[in-house]
C-alpha cells in the first residue's frame, strides 16, 4: 500500500461515513483534520473509521490508537498525517510477514 492508496481509501470511508448518517461531508484534501472540520466527526466515528480502514486496507491498528488524534500532543491530525500513520502500520504489518 502507498500514500495514494491510503489517503483514497481515507477518503472514501469518511464520505461513505458522512453519507450514511445523512450529513454533509466537506471538500478532503491533504490539511483537512476530520476531527476539527468535518461535521460530526467526532471521536467515536474515528474509532469507526479506524476500524474501517483497517480491514480495508488489511492492517492492523492497536485498538487504543486513533489515527486522527495524537494522544501525546493532544492535536487533531490532518488527512496527511493521518495517512502517514496508516502508512506506518502497513510497514509494520510487512515487517512482521518478513520476519515470519
Known sequence: MDSATAKSELV?????IQSNSGLNCPELTGSTKPLDDVDEFCSKVAILATSKLAKRLEIDIPVKENVFFDVNSKVNFTLDQAVQKLCGYQAVKVGKEAAA
Open 12 to 16: 472514501r470511508v469518511i464520505k461513505e
